[in-house]
């Protein structure tokens, strides 16, 4: 698969480490004139794009600053400017490669983006690309099945901690993503549940030394966290095996 002239392509490109992008991914980025990276407002680094430099050639970079915040209409206008610089670029004929840590559709940016882009461009000229979640590369390292037989999984944000006690009753396995800024609130939650020993937490996964995996939140002290941070929360198990 060749990025084609005029096209969009939503690229997720799993945890940061360039090896575990999928091979359509590494095509698409190759292929592409333009290689667009977020980038978070107030950092001068973008974790998405150091992740593909093998890849890079002769594409052209565009960095988007975009704010950081619990606000909808800011970060709406923010990314519906973005939507209208890709038109441009696609009305030229250029491909363009928005590249996102982790999966499009799961908690990205680019998310924000396809919501502009789909009252602008022809649905057939977008194109997603899906890539590891940071989920999935925790749960491989400690080596813990997330689900078996009628298992529910489920995927939250950690950000509302009414909403996670009650996902708690509806749920054999339950993931937190953005658990950093309420680690506080949720190991309260877990030690009132008696589920902290079933608890794993990782953060910056597949981050050189900053990786942090924790097997189990028992007799754990939070320290500093990124904000990529996610807990898996082994609920229990249906008893399926009679």
């Known amino acids: 698969m060749q990025a084609q002239p005029g096209h969009f392509y939503a690229v997720g490109i799993g945890p940061g480490s360039p090896d575990l992008l999928t091979v359509r991914a590494v ?8 290689i667009l990276t977020p980038q978070a407002k107030g950092t001068n680094r973008s974790l998405a794009l150091k992740a593909i430099e093998p890849y890079l050639k002769d594409q052209e970079v565009m960095t988007v600053n975009y ?3 619990r606000n909808g209409t800011s970060t709406r206008e923010r990314w ?3 939507a209208l610089q890709v038109r441009e670029k696609l009305q030229q004929k250029k491909s363009v490669a928005m590249i996102t840590i982790g999966d499009p559709l799961i908690f990205a940016t680019t998310s924000y983006l396809l919501y502009g882009l789909a009252d602008l461009i022809e649905k057939d000229n977008i194109h997603l ?16 099945p997330l689900t078996l037989q ?9 950000t509302d901690i009414d909403a996670v006690a009650e ?9 937190l993503y953005k658990a950093a800024g309420v680690i506080d609130q949720l190991l309260e939650l ?31 002290e939070p320290g500093e966290l990124s904000y990529m941070t996610t807990m898996i929360v082994r609920v229990g198990k249906r008893d399926w095996m009679e």
């Open 27 to 34: 095509r698409i980025i190759e292929s592409a004139d333009i």
């Open 67 to 69: 704010p950081m915040q």
């Open 80 to 82: 519906d400017a973005v």
């Open 129 to 144: 690309i899906p890539g590891i979640s940071a989920f999935q590369i925790g749960a491989s390292r400690f080596h813990d």
């Open 150 to 158: 009628e298992d529910r999984l489920t995927l939250m944000s950690a």
């Open 167 to 175: 996902a708690l009753d509806h749920c054999e396995t339950l993931v």
């Open 190 to 220: 877990l030690d009132r549940r008696g589920l902290r020993g079933a608890s794993k937490l990782v953060s910056c996964a597949e981050q050189g030394d900053g990786e942090l995996l924790v097997d189990s939140l028992l007799g754990w």
